[in-house]
């Protein structure tokens, strides 16, 4: 191999050349280290931190003495001194909050349930059907999701009010599908695209009805768009405060976050220990739904942007 090298310059040419850029990338990993400190793992710590402090934050107001938690000149305000569980298990045991934490699960798994399987139906539609106007229709369901729900509620409040639904946890059910419906169409309609219309051709040709393609084919393909949308909907109806708070008066019916409000904030009193123990409690649900499912969340999103 030395031999044919020195007979012949332009491998030599090329060898040192190999030789120069392996140097050069392993000197280039150790100069870029410095800027990948500052670039990338800088920012993605502030990031994390800013993530993860109101959570740091909730646990430990929710564990604080009362008096810790009204002196903070005496006591570290970002650290806890002899912790107690006095606020959460006053939270559950002294209060309805089970059965308040049991309202929003119920509320919010019939209304996603319900959502989902209408946005499935009108996202087929839309993108496979391909009637005249479809991309107009798709538009402008996803433009009323932008209607704000401070200028819905009140006309709805004379729905729910004249057909006998004040005050139950079906009102929320029949109500949170107007705002869950159109984001879940239209993110249902981005990941439908994705699917090649080729299999759907191949099964009309072996027979297949529509409603056989869409239970048989589609939605099994189409199951991290169905989660995603899920999630995001299960999101929406766990946190929604404005229709809670107008249709729901009594104690027992209410969801977590009216309730949690209503009950530790008396006037100008803020009951901050049990008020952050409820908000962590209940944020639970939702961190073990996104941890389990983060990943297919990502890929739907990632297939509805591109369309």
């Given at each position: 191999?030395?031999?044919?090298?020195?007979?012949?310059?332009?491998?030599?040419?090329?060898?040192?050349?190999?030789?120069?850029?392996?140097?050069?990338?392993?000197?280039?990993?150790?100069?870029?280290?410095?800027?990948?400190?500052?670039?990338?793992?800088?920012?993605?710590?502030?990031?994390?931190?800013?993530?993860?402090?109101?959570?740091?934050?909730?646990?430990?107001?929710?564990?604080?003495?009362?008096?810790?938690?009204?002196?903070?000149?005496?006591?570290?305000?970002?650290?806890?001194?002899?912790?107690?569980l006095k606020h959460i298990s006053k939270l559950l045991f002294e209060t309805q909050y089970p059965r308040w934490l049991w309202n929003t699960m119920y509320v919010a798994a019939a209304a996603t349930t319900l959502s989902i399987v209408a946005s499935v139906l009108a996202a087929y539609a839309i993108v496979r059907l391909r009637f005249r106007g479809a991309d107009s229709v798709g538009g402008a369901i996803f433009l009323a999701y932008l209607v704000p729900p401070s200028i819905l509620f009140i006309?709805?409040?004379?729905?729910?009010?004249?057909?006998?639904?004040?005050?139950?946890?079906?009102?929320?059910?029949?109500?949170?599908?107007?705002?869950?419906?159109?984001?879940?169409?239209?993110?249902?309609?981005?990941?439908?695209?994705?699917?090649?219309?080729?299999?759907?051709?191949?099964?009309?040709?072996?027979?297949?009805?529509?409603?056989?393609?869409?239970?048989?084919?589609?939605?099994?393909?189409?199951?991290?768009?169905?989660?995603?949308?899920?999630?995001?909907?299960?999101?929406?109806?766990?946190?929604?405060?404005?229709?809670?708070?107008?249709?729901?008066?009594?104690?027992?019916?209410?969801?977590?976050?009216?309730?949690?409000?209503?009950?530790?904030?008396?006037?100008?009193?803020?009951?901050?220990?049990?008020?952050?123990?409820?908000?962590?409690?209940?944020?639970?649900?939702?961190?073990?739904?996104?941890?389990?499912?983060?990943?297919?969340?990502?890929?739907?999103?990632?297939?509805?942007?591109?369309?």
């Open positions: 191999m030395t031999e044919t090298t020195a007979s012949d310059p332009r491998l030599a040419v090329k060898a040192a050349t190999v030789a120069r850029d392996d140097d050069s990338e392993g000197m280039s990993y150790l100069e870029s280290l410095p800027r990948r400190l500052v670039t990338l793992y800088l920012p993605l710590f502030i990031i994390v931190v800013i993530l993860l402090f109101p959570f740091y934050w909730m646990a430990l107001t929710s564990i604080k003495p009362d008096e810790q938690l009204i002196d903070m000149d005496t006591y570290n305000p970002f650290w806890v001194v002899k912790p107690t006309p709805l409040a004379s729905v729910i009010q004249a057909y006998g639904l004040f005050d139950s946890p079906l009102s929320l059910i029949l109500v949170y599908p107007t705002l869950l419906i159109p984001f879940s169409t239209w993110l249902l309609m981005g990941y439908f695209k994705t699917i090649p219309f080729e299999l759907e051709e191949c099964a009309l040709i072996d027979g297949a009805s529509r409603w056989q393609i869409l239970t048989r084919i589609i939605v099994p393909l189409a199951v991290p768009g169905l989660i995603s949308a899920f999630i995001f909907s299960f999101t929406l109806c766990w946190n929604e405060f404005i229709y809670a708070l107008t249709f729901l008066q009594s104690t027992p019916n209410k969801t977590v976050p009216v309730a949690i409000v209503n009950e530790f904030v008396d006037g100008d009193i803020y009951k901050w220990g049990s008020l952050m123990a409820g908000a962590l409690v209940g944020s639970l649900p939702l961190v073990i739904l996104y941890a389990f499912f983060v990943e297919h969340y990502v890929s739907a999103m990632t297939g509805a942007v591109k369309e």
